[in-house]
């Protein structure tokens, strides 16, 4: 999976939120506060349809976009890529889990004793 730039990552937080794909105007609007020209969404849109990030609906008038994945999906699909290029597998899941909030180790902990048990 490709590596996300700033924009590409909060055009998807837009898609991720929406109920319903979306138009470039509308996510256009939801990023509003970073005065970006109409044609930057439209170019960024296209080229998360480009990296199979988004999917583009021309069936309509005005073309709908909407995330291949979720949020989590994704992420899942980057941590194995990630994984599957480390040298060592196993040193670094343990660096991840050192670097994540005591909550997260909490809710992993308690997914990985809910696996055992299964």
Known sequence: MARLGDLERA???????????QTVRE????LAERQLAYTTVMTTLQRLA????????AQAR?????????????FTELM???????GDEHEAMLR???????EAR???A???ERDNRA
């Open 11 to 21: 055009v998807l937080d837009c898609l991720w939120q929406a109920e319903q794909p």
């Open 27 to 30: 996510v256009h609007e939801a």
């Open 50 to 57: 480009r990296k199979g990030m988004v999917t583009q609906d």
């Open 62 to 74: 005005a073309h709908l976009f909407s995330a291949v994945a979720t949020r989590e999906e994704m």
């Open 80 to 86: 194995t890529d990630a994984l599957g290029i480390a």
């Open 96 to 102: 991840f889990v050192d670097g994540i909030s005591p």
């Open 106 to 108: 909490a809710a992993l």
């Open 110 to 112: 308690e997914r990985l």
